[in-house]
């Protein structure tokens, strides 16, 4: 048997938690939350190249305070299996050999469970590295399942013990402290959304949101592009101070960012009979990273005609995707990670993020960690991160034994 | 006899002295010994206006009469002062009119066919069509309006001439039918004595490339202050254009004056000294004070708006620029000097309602700094009312609001400019091209009613040299975040701000409160 919070099928708490969860999160980490705390049996591996891995610490990602709020959209529901156990964002010990991989190992985990992790031939996506666009992720060994933390039978983050494939371990320097660990999933994600973005040397871009994702994201632009000015749109005193750490070149409200924008790139501005002013002109990549109607709507109308909109925050309903007509964006996804070109070189995002992990200073994104017993002050902790200064909120299973 | 402007001492059977705050006023005792400047009473207004300016204009100074200017097939252009004279506006007919009307009249018996009017508004923004018509009467405005009578655009590249260079190597380039024209009248309103003479074409009609070489702040530093042209950097650059572009074009210049009438009958009070106040007066004043106290915001600044001055025209001078200037300058001297006896540690000023920038519209943050730092603090010739390393005291609400329309580049300036730096040169040499050049502010410069993209940072220049010479400024009732921004401090009550300018220039510091408006220019010995 092995704890584990577990993400269970409730219409009324979905209901309940899609209508009040953002006005009122602590509802979501209380009575409304689709989750419980259990003992249950361990995941067994499903097959060979599988193994078991023991959490160190699992953190709280903004696509699971999503779900647990009832805001993804039902275009997932197909893509996952339940019960399942959240937590993607892992970095444990390996329980039983895999493969090269001695027991002991320490790793840290990407998520995606591609072609290889559900013993399938590799589809043409897998097949060129991108194992994020894996059009195989409801067959093979284990349920559907887009990602472990979404999949019945892998287990997930948020538990004593999880199972995962060859294909998904990396392998951790003994110099990488677990709590930067952590951190290099989601980092992988930024600087797939940094590439993907395409920024020219000298472009501009705005980056709308900052917290984990946000700042990660800046910071995989100053890293692998020579992107020029970076303008960052935080809420929050602590989101402001990181992003000028990790090289904002302006750091603004999301009430000034039109202006901000407008500014810099001397564009003009226009103020519709209703809805927010746009810009004619703006920044040359825009990403999304809050997940949020009113940011998307901001990216939107702030990038220039022909430029590049990233949504690397979860998607939601409602933005109005006019300007993505009227200036001829080209708008596209950044979801999880993959191979990445970067100087003519194609590398795994992992690795990259890896390093940028051993070599960037990202002591403090890290802010708390929390047993698995304390998940609803975790997850209340989460819901306001920002507010409270505090990018990354994590659970540590160990605590719990 | 019109008494003349005076320093009270204050002492036990002083009242409590009117102070002027933004859109509100109040009462507020001072401790024994402040020094109260007053202004003169308002001179008498000339009894016949027409009659003064038909006399300017057939005898002016240094030039032959007007008439003898004009012949038939010509090209006329005639300038005026745009929106930011007089303050408040004045009531009907604006001493402007009855100018054009005048000129127009000549000149149409003289067949002049080819006349336009320009507003010299400068990177002031636009006048509508309806202020147009404030100033210039509905007769001249149904005539020529839009197609002969309009705003000049600084920023039209086909409606622009360049003149050439002064022996400093400033660029002088002023609108292209100004230029052309075979001659050009100028009508100005001076209400204060940084106004007029060479200020009025080369700046009123000027571009952004004349204008930088002395709107900056280099210049500004060099003002001491701008209300006494001698003293004046502004004015002596001004003054090597207005002498080029007398080489290159005829300019036949209609200069007036007025007196101190600055508040309506219901205001009256304002414009009187407190211990003299009638029963009348008092209760005006208890009325108007709780009326206002009361209202809300929209209404009272409605009200405020609404104010139109009941200004007379103290005198009329026509013809060559600097020969009408000095007489003109003595007319405004005559108003509203008064000599005071050396310098204070503390300065005191209550600032008013209007500044010349917000005239139907709100005055923001900048435009209170520029006010008080810039306009008031000026008001001097000699010495500063208050010493170097000294303290002023300014009483304004400082509300942290903006005219969106009016003030766009303001908006900019208070949210990126102020908070990475407060120091003129550094704004100057970081920011100012980038906003002047901003192709969003010259269009709303150009097709709204914007004020051009650099005009907020004019307005910190005008306050360069009070910046310079102060050891602190703190503005009582203001908005604290917002004079924060500006690098102010922030008192809640009179007392409080004393108690904290006590801080830096000493424990029994002198004071010195600017009773004003009406407007006093204090002569400081």
């Given at each position: 048997m092995t704890v584990a919070l577990e993400l269970f099928r409730s219409v009324p708490r979905y209901l309940a938690a899609r209508a009040v969860g953002e006005r009122v999160p602590g509802l979501v980490a209380g009575p409304l939350a689709p989750l419980r705390l259990v003992n249950r049996d361990e995941p067994v591996?499903?097959?060979?190249?599988?193994?078991?891995?023991?959490?160190?610490?699992?953190?709280?990602?903004?696509?699971?305070?999503?779900?647990?709020?009832?805001?993804?959209?039902?275009?997932?529901?197909?893509?996952?299996?339940?019960?399942?156990?959240?937590?993607?964002?892992?970095?444990?010990?390996?329980?039983?050999?895999?493969?090269?991989?001695?027991?002991?190992?320490?790793?840290?985990?990407?998520?995606?469970?591609?072609?290889?992790?559900?013993?399938?031939?590799?589809?043409?996506?897998?097949?060129?590295?991108?194992?994020?666009?894996?059009?195989?992720?409801?067959?093979?060994?284990?349920?559907?399942?887009?990602?472990?933390?979404?999949?019945?039978?892998?287990?997930?983050?948020?538990?004593?013990?999880?199972?995962?494939?060859?294909?998904?371990?990396?392998?951790v320097p003994d110099a990488l402290p677990d709590e930067r660990a952590v951190l290099v999933e989601p980092l992988a994600c930024a600087i797939h959304a940094a590439l993907r973005g395409r920024p020219e040397p000298g472009d501009t871009v705005l980056v709308v949101g900052a917290g984990t994702v946000g700042i990660l994201t800046l910071l995989a632009l100053r890293e692998f592009t020579d992107a020029g000015s970076i303008v960052v749109v935080a809420k929050h005193q602590g989101q402001r101070d990181l992003a000028r750490r990790y090289g904002a070149t302006e750091v603004v409200g999301p009430r000034e960012a039109v202006s901000a924008v407008r500014r810099g790139s001397r564009a003009f501005r226009l103020q519709p009979e209703r809805g927010g002013a746009f810009l004619l002109g703006g920044v040359d990549v825009g990403i999304e990273c809050a997940g949020t109607r009113g940011s998307l709507d901001l990216a939107l109308r702030t990038t220039r005609a022909g430029g590049r909109v990233v949504l690397a925050g979860l998607p939601v309903a409602g933005a109005d995707l006019t300007p993505v007509w009227f200036r001829e964006l080209e708008v596209m996804g950044a979801y999880a990670s993959g191979m990445e070109r970067v100087n003519g070189d194609r590398r795994s995002a992992f690795d990259l993020a890896m390093s940028v992990a051993a070599e960037v200073d990202l002591d403090g994104v890290l802010g708390a960690t929390y047993p698995l017993g304390s998940w609803r002050e975790a997850i209340d902790h989460a819901m306001s991160a920002g507010r409270l200064g505090t990018p990354k909120v994590a659970f540590d299973p160990r605590e719990d034994s | 006899m019109t008494r003349p402007g005076f320093v009270l001492e204050v002492d036990e059977r002083t009242p409590p002295l009117l102070v002027h705050r933004g859109e509100g006023f109040g009462v507020q005792r001072f401790p024994l010994g402040t020094r109260v400047v007053y202004p003169p009473d308002s001179l008498p207004a000339l009894p016949d206006v027409r009659g003064s300016i038909r006399h300017a204009i057939m005898n002016p100074l240094g030039s032959e009469p007007l008439p003898e200017l004009l012949r038939p097939g010509m090209r006329l252009t005639i300038a005026f002062d745009d929106i930011s004279l007089p303050l408040p506006p004045m009531n009907p007919p604006d001493v402007r009119q009855l100018v054009l009307e005048e000129v127009l009249e000549l000149a149409a018996r003289r067949g002049v066919e080819d006349v336009e009017l320009l507003v010299a508004n400068s990177l002031h923004r636009r006048m509508t069509g309806k202020e147009i018509e404030a100033v210039v009467g509905e007769r001249v405005f149904r005539s020529f309006w839009p197609e002969s009578l309009r705003n000049f655009d600084a920023e039209d590249p086909g409606g622009l001439t360049y003149i050439g260079q002064t022996d400093k190597g400033e660029d002088v380039e002023i609108s292209r039918r100004a230029a052309e024209s075979d001659l050009l009248v100028y009508v100005n309103i001076n209400l204060v004595a940084m106004d007029g003479g060479h200020k009025s074409v080369p700046v009123g009609l000027g571009s952004y490339r004349s204008l930088r070489h002395h709107h900056n702040v280099n210049t500004m530093l060099h003002s001491r202050s701008y209300m006494d042209p001698p003293s004046s950097a502004l004015h002596g650059s001004a003054a090597r254009m207005g002498r080029l572009l007398a080489d290159h074009l005829r300019i036949f210049t209609i200069e007036t004056t007025l007196n101190n009438e600055t508040f309506p009958r219901e205001f009256g009070f304002l414009n009187r000294r407190e211990w003299e106040w009638s029963l009348r007066d008092q209760a005006g004043y208890l009325a108007a004070k709780k009326a206002n106290d009361a209202a809300p915001g929209r209404i009272r600044r409605e009200v405020f708006r609404r104010i139109r001055a009941p200004y007379g025209v103290t005198g009329v001078h026509a013809g060559e620029t600097e020969a009408v200037h000095e007489q003109t300058l003595a007319n405004v001297h005559r108003q509203q000097k008064v000599e005071v006896s050396g310098q204070s540690d503390i300065m005191v000023v209550g600032l008013p309602y209007i500044c010349p920038y917000n005239v139907n519209s709100i005055m923001n943050p900048i435009l209170v700094m520029c006010l008080g730092l810039g306009y008031f603090f000026n008001m001097y010739v000699g010495r500063p009312l208050v010493r170097p390393g000294g303290a002023l005291i300014l009483c304004h609400p400082v509300p942290w609001e903006f005219h969106t329309v009016h003030h766009p580049s303001y908006v900019d300036f208070?949210?990126?400019?102020?908070?990475?730096?407060?120091?003129?040169?550094?704004?100057?040499?970081?920011?100012?091209?980038?906003?002047?050049?901003?192709?969003?502010?010259?269009?709303?410069?150009?097709?709204?009613?914007?004020?051009?993209?650099?005009?907020?940072?004019?307005?910190?220049?005008?306050?360069?040299?009070?910046?310079?010479?102060?050891?602190?400024?703190?503005?009582?009732?203001?908005?604290?975040?917002?004079?924060?921004?500006?690098?102010?401090?922030?008192?809640?009550?009179?007392?409080?701000?004393?108690?904290?300018?006590?801080?830096?220039?000493?424990?029994?510091?002198?004071?010195?409160y600017l009773h004003s408006p009406p407007l006093a220019l204090a002569e400081v010995r």
């Open positions: 591996p499903p097959a060979e190249g599988w193994g078991r891995v023991a959490p160190r610490l699992a953190g709280i990602c903004g696509s699971d305070l999503a779900t647990l709020s009832g805001r993804t959209s039902f275009y997932f529901s197909p893509l996952v299996s339940m019960p399942f156990v959240p937590g993607h964002e892992v970095v444990g010990d390996l329980f039983d050999d895999v493969e090269d991989l001695p027991a002991g190992t320490r790793v840290v985990i990407d998520p995606v469970l591609s072609c290889a992790a559900r013993g399938l031939p590799p589809c043409s996506s897998c097949a060129e590295g991108s194992t994020g666009r894996c059009d195989r992720v409801t067959v093979g060994h284990v349920s559907p399942g887009l990602q472990t933390g979404y999949c019945a039978d892998t287990g997930g983050g948020w538990s004593a013990m999880l199972v995962a494939h060859r294909s998904q371990l990396h392998p | 208070f949210e990126e400019v102020l908070a990475e730096t407060t120091d003129p040169s550094q704004i100057e040499s970081k920011f100012e091209e980038q906003y002047a050049t901003d192709p969003w502010y010259v269009h709303l410069y150009r097709n709204s009613h914007a004020y051009h993209g650099v005009h907020p940072f004019y307005m910190w220049y005008w306050g360069a040299h009070a910046l310079d010479h102060l050891g602190d400024v703190i503005f009582v009732g203001g908005d604290r975040r917002a004079v924060r921004r500006m690098g102010f401090r922030a008192a809640s009550t009179f007392a409080d701000a004393l108690e904290m300018a006590r801080e830096r220039v000493g424990s029994s510091p002198t004071i010195t």
